[in-house]
């Protein structure tokens, strides 16, 4: 945030690389001695990779090390992007936090100290262990890799600091918006704010702070309005007189019109894939580059709409989709939970953390219109709908401006009236014995469970739907596990899609192939460990499907 010693934006030091790193193997973290790590006997000397070990598929505690430059007596704050599955921070071996989401960004506030050299240890955790992280287990249907798989940042503070600006479009046509920003560090009673909008000055003056919080309400100067034909992005930048802020924003309205979504009042068609963050070389740690061509061949395959599956994306990720348009629904961490995690207070307080934690990364992003939750939970039960209006309630309060879903799979669901866009995940023709040819009929019949339950029109979308096939299996019957089978599969969902008035759009499951868990490769049946319903295959090399689906979209 404060330009130092010679940076002139908020980024101070990028600490995702040239870290001292040990694995410890399968013991509990809590008994890991910080103080003493680096004399451990367990460990090198000093901490370091030790490049002939083999971590793949590997549970357990690793500790990672650096030491930072930050002036004397400064506040500083670190920024992680991404800890799985969990995480504990130390500065110069002093407990500050510890984290039990994976995919989710948190901020931890480092003291002043009377040296310049800190040294920070971060000590995470993959084993699956519902005391530390409830929200990521071990049948999910991906693979929970461990480590710092996103960028950790450091930012230099002054004693009193802006923490975070979220900006509301409130007159699309007049470029008026609201910002709300927070304050940190030392309460404040009032502060003396520039606010200006790429780069012209729209107020120099000293405003009062409410319980460490501010609004401001501007206007844009030059007011273009984003959208995926034309991503248009404008700049706020905050100052005061020892901190400044920048944020990107998008002018864009969203708002649901029966069974229409109407972004800047025009209504969508959404054409796209649930994607994962996943790479046989990188895990979920992918570099820019990959991102850049995953956006380029969504684009290829005439795509506007990504479901981040099936938890919160990296904040690159979603800021490459603000510059190129694609359309994202953010979904907090979760698959498949049923009664006996809704009856757990402790997956329930981490779930609503967790949704806290995304809307607060993302909340600026104009790339992400749908705030999601819960994936195939178990709808039908009365401690399933308690949670899922506990966090209905929590997305529609934290942020007002975008509608609710969640992916449903239940006929009988109770919470379907909960959501403003009705999301559904079924695999017709693949897991049931319907032929392709009735996909469309099971399409409709859905539209219709969900207007039954729900007593009105809403937007529907088809949240999942695909057939799994292996790259390079081509059969003459073009049976199930065959491209030909996928493709024809497609090619059937994306005619009743692009031509039924009542479905807003699909998002096919899914982008690419992805490794899983064993666990459920040996209950579900997945060939290789891996879910291969992609239309590329973990490579990103296409499978026919591709050129299906980019002839129907395009």
């Excluded at 992280?133 to 890799?145: A, K, L, R």
């Excluded at 780069?199 to 007011?223: C, E, K, R, Y």
């Excluded at 994936?375 to 399933?384: I, L, Q, V, Y």
């Excluded at 897991?431 to 040819?437: A, H, N, P, Q």
Aim: with cysteine; aromatic share 10%; glycine share 8%.
């Amino acid at each position: 945030m404060t330009p130092y010693p010679l940076h002139t934006t908020r980024r101070v030091e990028s600490c995702n690389n040239v870290w001292d790193f040990a694995f410890l193997g399968a013991i509990d973290p809590a008994g890991v001695d910080v103080a003493r790590v680096r004399y451990d006997d367990r460990l090198p000397v000093p901490l370091a990779f030790d490049a002939t070990t083999k971590y793949a598929g590997q549970r357990g505690t690793a500790v990672y090390r650096r030491w930072l430059d930050i002036p004397a007596g400064h506040l500083a704050k670190l920024r992680f992007g991404g800890a799985g599955m969990w995480c504990a921070v130390f500065v110069d071996g002093c407990r500050l936090a510890e984290h039990g989401n994976g995919y989710t960004e948190f901020h931890v506030e480092v003291p002043p100290a009377a040296s310049n050299r800190r040294e920070l240890v971060v000590v995470t955790d993959n084993q699956f262990c519902a005391d530390r992280n409830p929200v990521q287990m071990e049948y999910y249907d991906w693979y929970h890799y461990g480590g710092l798989y996103r960028p950790v940042w450091l930012h230099v503070l002054p004693p009193a600091y802006l923490a975070a600006a979220q900006v509301t479009v409130r007159d699309l046509a007049a470029g008026r918006i609201q910002v709300r920003v927070t304050l940190g560090g030392v309460a404040l009673r009032a502060v003396k704010l520039t606010a200006a909008v790429d780069g012209t000055i729209m107020q120099d003056a000293t405003v009062s702070v409410t319980d460490g919080a501010f609004t401001l309400d501007l206007a844009v100067p030059d007011p273009h309005a984003w959208s995926p034909a034309d991503p248009h992005l404008h700049t706020l930048r905050l100052a005061t007189a020892d901190d400044d802020l920048i944020v990107r924003f998008g002018l864009r309205t969203l708002q649901v019109d029966g069974a229409r979504l109407l972004l800047n009042g025009a209504p969508l068609k959404l054409k796209g894939f649930c994607r994962h963050e996943a790479h046989p070389q990188f895990g979920p740690a992918l570099p820019p580059a990959l991102m850049i061509q995953d956006l380029q061949q969504l684009k290829d395959m005439g795509c506007n709409f990504i479901r981040g599956a099936h938890y919160p994306q990296d904040q690159r990720f979603l800021d490459l989709c603000d510059e190129l348009g694609l359309l994202v629904w953010e979904e907090a961490t979760a698959w498949g939970n049923k009664e006996e995690h809704f009856r757990d207070e402790r997956f329930c307080a981490a779930q609503l953390r967790g949704v806290a934690e995304m809307i607060a990364a993302s909340f600026n992003h104009p790339c992400v219109i749908l705030w999601g939750f819960l994936n195939e939970g178990d709808t039908r039960t009365a401690s399933g709908l308690e949670l899922y209006r506990r966090m209905t309630d929590l997305c529609h309060r934290l942020d007002p401006s975008r509608p609710v879903t969640f992916a449903d799979m239940h006929v009988a669901s109770i919470c379907l009236p909960l959501a403003d866009v009705i999301g559904f995940n079924l695999y017709p023709a693949w897991y049931g014995s319907e032929k392709i040819e009735q996909i469309p009929q099971v399409l409709r019949d859905r539209v219709a469970v969900a207007r039954h339950a729900t007593g009105d029109v809403r937007p529907f979308i088809v949240s999942e739907i695909g057939a799994a096939a292996m790259y390079g299996c081509r059969d003459s019957h073009g049976t199930r596990w065959s491209e030909q089978y996928q493709a024809r599969l497609l090619e059937t969902v994306c005619s009743e899609v692009l031509t039924n008035p009542d479905i807003l759009g699909v998002s096919f499951w899914q982008f690419c192939d992805i490794r899983t868990s064993e666990a459920v490769s040996c209950v579900l049946g997945r060939p290789r460990a891996f879910n291969n319903k992609g239309v590329m295959d973990e490579y990103r090399r296409p499978k026919q499907a591709y050129f299906s689906v980019r002839d129907a979209f395009t």
